[in-house]
Every structure is written in structure tokens, then in C-alpha cells.
């Protein structure tokens, strides 16, 4: 007994000197010391280059003074809050690796097609989940300048979508061609390449089927072969991506519900969870 105490003393005794010589070294060129903090006389003087010693005592007192705030601060901080943010970072710690597991369940066993049958059938469905907030077009875009030659012909031609007379004409005339007869434009969309306002092309969009819109130095014809206007059901394939969005949602929340709930009967199982009355 009494070596374990002098060994320990001897511990103590080390530990204590180790200290002390670590509080010395900290303490070389220390201009400040605020709970154990130190500001150093180099940092003071590094600010202080080319001033005049007026400005150099002013800028030094400046420094000083909010130094000490800030670390009066954080101290006081720290002892308040020091219970909370350790809870706080616990729990996005938890969070975090929940998340990526749950990922990586999720990228591993969930298969990520959706099928033509359940697509249709959630369209069927739900039919006021998918209305246009605004109009959907296909069609033809010639952009050719105010004064092209010909204009009434490639109108006659784009009523009719004679593409091949359309393109000779947009080769020889026109300053921009798209043909999107495959692909949906919204209005947004149209109104990136067509000087009008949004109003304006709705209302277009709902008389006719061809929009000719001239500013002072072109004029834009919009032939619209097939559209969808504004409020109304979207069609199924343009609906598509937001249903299969839907349908993978559903499907996941309802795989890791399966998995949380396959995890806590293997752990009452193997006897890992205790209950106590």
C-alpha cells in the first residue's frame, strides 16, 4: 500500500511539473491572458506595422479590448450551452448515418423502374394531381427577318407542316428554325425564343394554332401542332417523371417501415431489447 501511494505521488508530482512547464511556455510573449487564453505580443505587433505610435496604441487598445470580449464570451457560452450542443450534435450525428444507411438500402434492393401499368393507373387515379400551371406545345419556331420575302408562303406551309418547303425556306431565309414536333415546350419555354408577354401567348395559345409575333427587327411564327393549355390534365407521358417520383417515394417509405420493423423483431428475438417493470 504505502508504494502504490509514493508511486502515485511521484505520478502526480510529474503531472503537476509537466504542467507547469507547459503554463511557462504558453505564457513566453504573452501580452494578455483571459481564462487560460493568451493574445501574443507578436500578433500585436504584426498589426501595427507602418503606423505611427498614436494609431499603433489605438489600433492595440481596439484589439485588446475585443480579444477579451470574444473569448469572455465563448467561455460563457460554452458553459451554458455546452449540454445542448453536444445533444444537438448527437442527434445529426445520429441522423447522418441513418440517412446513408438508409441510402444505401435503399440503392441496393429497390428497383428503380416503374412500369407502364402502374403509371397509367396512378394517372387514372389521381387526375387533378396533375393539371398544367401553365400551357404545353409541340410544334414548329421560324424566326426570319421583318422583311423576308415570302412570309405568307411559309405560312401557308407551316399550317399545312410541309416540312420540306418549311426547311428550304428557314435554310435560305430564316435567323432560327425548331422543330420540337417531338418534345414539349411550355410557355416559359416559348417565351425564351418569342418576344411576348405570358398573357399574351395564353390567350394565343387558346384562339389559334399559329402565333405570329413581329418586333422591330424579326418576326416569329409559331406553328403549334399539339397542346395541352393551361389547367388542364397533363398528358400521361409529360406527367410521367412527377409519377414515378410519387410511386418511389411510396415504395421506399414503406421498404424501410418493413426493414425498421424486420430489425426490431430480430432484436426482441435475439434478446437484445429488455423490458423492465
Not at 95 to 115: G, N, S, T, W
Not at 151 to 162: D, F, V
Request: include cysteine.
Amino acid at each position: 500500500m504505502k508504494k502504490i501511494g509514493i508511486i502515485g505521488c511521484i505520478a502526480a508530482g510529474l503531472l503537476l511539473g509537466s504542467c507547469t512547464a507547459l503554463e511557462k511556455q504558453q505564457k513566453v510573449g504573452a501580452a494578455v491572458e483571459v481564462n487560460g487564453q493568451y493574445l501574443y505580443r507578436s500578433t500585436l505587433d504584426s498589426l501595427t506595422v507602418g503606423l505611427s505610435s498614436e494609431d499603433s496604441l489605438r489600433m492595440v487598445q481596439q484589439y485588446i479590448s475585443q480579444w477579451t470580449k470574444d473569448v469572455l464570451e465563448y467561455d460563457k457560452a460554452k458553459a451554458r450551452t455546452k449540454s445542448d450542443l453536444e445533444k444537438l450534435v448527437e442527434e445529426y450525428r445520429r441522423a447522418l448515418y441513418v440517412q446513408a444507411y438508409e441510402q444505401q438500402l435503399i440503392e441496393r434492393h429497390m428497383p428503380k423502374a416503374v412500369p407502364d401499368s402502374v403509371v397509367a393507373q396512378v394517372y387514372e387515379q389521381m387526375p387533378n394531381r396533375f393539371l398544367l400551371d401553365e400551357s404545353i406545345v409541340k410544334g414548329i419556331l421560324v424566326v426570319v427577318p421583318k422583311d423576308a420575302r415570302d412570309i405568307a408562303k411559309l405560312r401557308g406551309w407551316m399550317a399545312k407542316e410541309k416540312l420540306d418547303e418549311i426547311e428550304k425556306y428557314a435554310y435560305q431565309n430564316a435567323s432560327g428554325y425548331e422543330l420540337f414536333a417531338d418534345k414539349w415546350l411550355t410557355t416559359t419555354d416559348l417565351l425564351a425564343h418569342i418576344p411576348a408577354e405570358r398573357a399574351e401567348m395564353e390567350n394565343q395559345l387558346k384562339a389559334k394554332n399559329q402565333i405570329e409575333v413581329t418586333d422591330s427587327l424579326k418576326t416569329y411564327v409559331l406553328q403549334v401542332t399539339e397542346k395541352h393549355l393551361c389547367g388542364e390534365q397533363m398528358p400521361m407521358e409529360y406527367a410521367r417523371p412527377e409519377i414515378e417520383k410519387i410511386v418511389l417515394y411510396e415504395r421506399q417509405v414503406d421498404f424501410l417501415n418493413k426493414e425498421r420493423e424486420k430489425l426490431y423483431n430480430e432484436a426482441i428475438q435475439d434478446q437484445k431489447i429488455k423490458f423492465y417493470e
